[in-house]
């Protein structure tokens, strides 16, 4: 009897422990409301000057365990008059330590508030009820914690919707983001199985299978969210008329970091199918690479483009500053060069194109030296890629190797969408790639064999090796820059020296190179007549 008494003695001191914690929880909010929203109107101002919108509060009503209030975000006139159209934003809080709309959801962890939000059905949000059936097309879920970190369930209704000859059906969608405070760690996944949407028997868009998923975060004043991020489309076809176009198995999947200051990022695209007008173009791949950017100088140069932003709308005004503008753009020219403090790289390893006939690929990297303020120089004037070429460029490579079987079915298939006979399309498609195989060889750009055309290019220490044959890049030059398109125009310059540019084994430059100084004007003036 001792012990049932105790333990109904214990329930009920927890149960009024916790009646007085979500007491005192609500007490809080309602007491920092004014406070929530001011820091709100806040940041809408400062990261969106120019949204006509303000952010209010009222009818905060509460109680023990919950509480309800009204968001509401008014349309604000240019005159400061906030009396525009209002979209009402209904809240359910849930008070801590344990809110029970989390409790029924089997989360257990101790949190601030649970929130859900809801649009009101007013004279704005009438068509958005009416086309999700009477429910609000919006919903959020918001877990507060303690520390003010931030949990949130967003949930886009269903909504079929058919008139006047007009047709969308969308399955909804759900949405899950976290983040702190500071906004410096977010994580975010997302889908929606079906979106279709058509206009009479000729138009339409059909998309299934979307998803996506994030888990980013940026330490101190970086403008950078660093981490992976995936996306993924089933399908997506389009239909307008007689053109239809068709993806399917599209992904893309991204991962970006930071170590020892130098920025890196990889890229990896593919996609399992294009076809037109239901004729199959083959599938797609990319796989691509930034590595050794300067870190420090990406961010400065950042924030020396949002400041340069700012100070461009006054450009035509009286508070307009020069001095200050033209301090901005060397600064960001320097920050510029500074991106290339560790001779970053670049790389698309490979670019695929596959198909019932084959697969043809492209692959490019390049390798930038360091820049300086003297290198820079010798850019602005070197007046010719001969000359440019060593002093941007460590390495470059470039291959290419094309399926002869592969480019003809391409061909032949884009013929084919276009009316053409598959017997004619197919001849037409093998005369085409034999013609432009011979041409490439006649002008010795490309080697062809049975199977292929390809193309081999290496540069580094100031020499070429193209297709197996050695070149200076001025060699190289005078047998394939037939136009003078990269020749050097800058021998009508009068004034101007240039210095020979000296590297190291590894293609390094070793010396400050001097190009662009005018000779230095007479002392002695003549003497007057």
């Given amino acids: 009897m001792k012990k049932s008494l105790v333990a109904v003695g214990v329930i009920v001191a927890l149960g009024a422990a916790w009646g007085v914690a979500s007491w005192q929880t609500g007490k809080k909010i309602e007491a920092n409301l004014d406070e929530y929203i001011a820091k709100a109107n806040k940041a809408i101002k400062d990261n969106y000057p120019d949204a006509p919108v303000t952010l209010t509060a009222k009818d905060f009503s509460r109680g023990i365990f919950s509480s309800d209030v009204k968001l509401i975000i008014k349309e604000t006139k240019k005159s400061g008059d906030t009396s525009g159209e209002e979209l009402v934003i209904l809240n359910t809080i849930d008070h801590g330590p344990f809110p029970l709309s989390q409790l029924k959801s089997m989360v257990f962890s101790p949190n601030m508030a649970a929130i859900h939000s809801e649009l009101e059905n007013n ?6 009820f009416e086309i999700t059936g009477g429910k609000s097309p919006v919903a959020t879920d918001t877990r ?55 206009k009479g028997d000729r138009e339409s868009i059909v998309m299934k299978g979307l998803s996506f998923d994030s888990d980013v975060a940026k330490s101190g004043d970086s403008y950078f969210y660093l981490g992976d ?28 970091g930071s170590k020892d200051n130098k920025l890196t990022a990889d890229v990896d695209y593919s996609l399992g199918s294009l076809s037109y007008r239901d004729i199959d173009l083959g599938a797609i791949s990319l796989k691509g690479s930034l590595k050794d950017l300067d870190a420090t100088s990406a961010n400065t140069l950042m924030a020396s483009v949002e400041e340069y932003t700012k100070l461009s709308e006054s450009m035509y005004t009286e508070d307009f500053d020069d001095a ?18 560790y001779s970053p790289s670049f790389a698309i390893a490979p670019l695929s194109w596959k198909n019932s006939g084959g697969e043809s690929k492209v692959n490019l990297n390049v390798t930038f030296n360091a820049l300086n303020e003297e290198s820079f120089k010798a850019l ?80 580094s220490n100031n020499n070429i090796d193209f297709n197996g044959k050695k070149f200076t890049v001025a060699e190289f ?31 390094d430059v070793t010396e400050d190179v001097t190009i662009g100084e005018e000779p230095a004007a007479d002392v002695a003036a003549p003497a007057a007549q």
Wanted: proline share 1%; glycine share 8%.
């Fill in 477 to 507: 030059l005078e047998k394939y820059d037939q136009y003078g398109a990269l020749s050097d125009n800058s021998g009508d310059d009068e004034g101007y020296e240039e210095e020979a540019i000296e590297m190291d084994p590894n293609g």
């Fill in 324 to 341: 200050k503008m033209e301090a901005l753009d060397e600064k960001m020219k320097s920050n510029a060069l500074g991106l290339f403090k």
């Fill in 229 to 256: 991020q995936n996306l993924s489309l089933k399908e997506l076809a389009v239909v307008n008329y007689s053109d239809t176009v068709s993806l399917k198995d599209l992904k893309l999947n991204g991962t970006s």
């Fill in 144 to 198: 507060i914690s303690y520390d003010q970190s931030f949990d949130i369930d967003l949930a886009v209704s269903k909504i079929n919707y058919k008139k006047d000859g007009e047709e969308l059906a969308f399955s909804g969608a759900d949405l899950n983001v976290k983040f702190d405070k500071e906004f410096k760690n977010v994580k975010g996944k997302g889908s929606s199985n079906e979106l279709t949407y058509r």
């Fill in 380 to 459: 602005e004037h070197a007046g010719s890629f001969e000359k440019v070429l060593p002093v941007l460029v460590k390495e470059f490579g470039f291959n290419m190797d094309l399926s002869k079987p592969m480019l003809t079915d391409f061909v032949a298939v884009a013929m084919q969408s276009q009316g053409m006979g598959a017997k004619e399309a197919k001849e037409q498609g093998e005369q085409g790639v034999a013609q432009m195989a011979s041409m490439g060889a006649m002008m010795e750009i490309v080697k062809v064999t049975d199977k292929a055309i390809t193309m081999d290019l290496k540069y």
């Fill in 123 to 128: 004279d704005i949000t009438k068509q958005a």
